[in-house]
């Protein structure tokens, strides 16, 4: 941000009043509140979070520092408003990708080109975007999905959204803004996968864990019932690769 669209010390003392206002109110509304759904608290507390936003932004963009609270968002979706017997409903799905390995991915898309007399013209595969273009092309997203690591993709997050209808759309309809205009009122059901979710447990689980590994007395390499243990299928898909780093044929028919 430049200096002349920097806030003036002025606002900066100006927003931290107005948190300060705004912690009182939330405390008066908390001390007379009616019940757990109380509207008056749920006001109070929406203001005090807009306060304490705004002055965070302004107290960063002017002194570069920020403040030790973080405002929690929704969690949950609002109240279904849909039909209750829908005709027609519509999935919206994302999933988010790292592009781990490249050469993994230009190598099945090479394989892909190679296999697909209709497939682009050669050297698609040669790009990371031309090796996407080829793989999603020829796999369904949900078999990409689950064997994301032979293509060299890393997993992030992902989202499912069901939303109901009162009709099904016209062919064609949505097709130029498939994503826009949802409305969350409509969500039947929502899932979501991310990392996050998993940190939350990874602390409590820690001490479970070295408290069954002070209680197992098995070898390197042996299980529960003193069996070997099952080799990596990656070590496995690394051993199929040739002297080029190109995967051995990969069994993809479609």
Known sequence: MSDAAQPTAAEVRAAAEAV?????????????????????????????????????????????????????????????????EPSALSVLIRRDYAVAEPQRLMAQARRVEAADEDAPGAGASGTVHGALGLLFGEFEPDEIASRHKEFGLEEGDSTLWVTAADESAEPGE????????????????????????????????????????????????????????????????????DEDGEPARLEADR
């Open 20 to 84: 300060k206002t705004a912690l009182d109110r939330h405390l008066a509304a908390v001390e007379r509140r009616s019940g757990e759904e109380d509207p008056a608290v749920y006001d109070a507390f929406n203001e005090l979070a807009a306060a304490a936003e705004a002055y965070d932004e302004l107290l960063y963009d002017r002194y570069d520092e920020v403040t030790p609270f973080e405002i929690p968002g929704e969690d949950t979706l609002p109240p279904y408003t849909g039909p209750e």
């Open 174 to 241: 949505w097709l130029e803004a498939p994503f826009e205009e949802v409305d969350p009122e409509r969500v039947v059901c929502r899932f979501d996968v991310s990392a996050v979710f998993d940190e939350e447990f990874d602390d409590g689980d820690e001490e479970e864990e070295e408290e069954e590994d002070e209680g197992e007395g098995e070898g390197e390499g042996e299980g529960e019932d003193g069996e070997a243990d099952l080799p990596d299928l990656d070590e496995d898909l690394d051993r199929d690769l």
